[in-house]
């Protein structure tokens, strides 16, 4: 069963339609990318997926359940955003238990999760300090945490490693294909970046002005590109 589905999707803010006749299947435990140039409507379709975009048209399903009209909050899903949005004046811990304690979990089930995740994330030395005394990796690192003890079914990254220097990205994107081994879930990644699309997705989808060009494997799109765009993009031969 596919874990999400989005059936010809669309959006329009106003008279401009951003998103138009999206139509995928994500199958369960797959680690999809969305990749294509700035504008193309990559972050306005994992809005839309996690709720924070209406949907103008279309349906979206995640397992079986119909979301159109499902708060965020509802939907079994955790965003890891661009800009990590630590909240300052809490510690590591704090940061990765808020959202827990806003789902009223108890607080032994919070206290397991945070340690877990940080063990996995190998962070735990640093749950006493402030985001201000971490690195870039390592307040990338909470933020994957704060997703994590979510514990959800589907992750959505919205191009979580464009504000590390280049070593440190490159680092990271083997850490975020291990974490998703590891946890068994699937995951929708967008990014600019066809290097990154390329080593960290199952399945790739090229998006240009709003429109799927293609969906298929790294592989399939680097020797068998629907068109001229997605060549250049991805940098095949034509
Ligand atoms: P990407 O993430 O691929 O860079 P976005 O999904 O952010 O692209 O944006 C797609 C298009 O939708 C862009 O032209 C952008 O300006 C437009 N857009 C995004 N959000 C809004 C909004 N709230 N109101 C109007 N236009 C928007
Ligand atoms: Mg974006």
């Keep these: ?19 138009k006749d999206f139509h ?8 999809l990318v969305l990749v294509g140039p700035s504008g193309c ?14 949907i103008s048209e279309g349906e979206l399903y995640i397992g079986d359940r119909l979301v159109n009209d499902v708060p965020p909050k509802d939907r079994d899903i955790a965003m890891v955003f661009q800009s990590y949005a630590l ?16 789902r009223k979990f108890k607080k032994e089930e919070i206290d397991k999760r945070v340690r877990e995740a940080a063990r996995i994330l190998d962070i735990e030395h ?3 300090r402030k985001p201000k005394a971490l690195s870039g990796g390592q307040r990338q690192r909470v933020a994957l ?9 589907v992750f959505l990254m919205d191009e979580p490693l464009s504000n590390l220097d280049a070593k440190l990205r490159v680092q990271m994107r ?14 929708i990644y967008v990014t600019h970046d066809q290097t990154e699309a390329m080593t960290m997705g199952d399945r790739i989808v090229v998006m240009k002005d709003g429109v799927i060009q293609q969906a298929a494997t790294p592989s399939e799109i680097y020797s068998n590109p629907a068109n001229m ?9 034509a």
Excluded: C, W
């Design 41 to 54: 409507g990559k972050s306005t379709t994992l809005r839309m997926i996690a709720g924070l975009e209406e």
């Design 126 to 128: 640093l749950l006493d």
């Design 87 to 102: 909240y300052p004046h809490m510690n590591v811990y704090q940061n990765m238990a808020f959202g827990l304690k806003l």
């Design 145 to 153: 945490g704060r997703a994590i003890v979510r514990e959800p079914q």
């Design 229 to 237: 765009f997605v060549a250049g993009f991805i940098g095949s031969p």
């Design 174 to 187: 083997t850490e975020i294909s291990k974490l998703h081994q590891r946890l068994e879930t699937t995951v």
């Design 24 to 31: 995928l299947d994500i199958q369960d435990k797959e680690f």
């Design 1 to 19: 069963m596919a874990q999400v589905r989005l059936n010809h999707v669309y959006k329009r803010f106003g008279d401009v339609t951003v998103v």
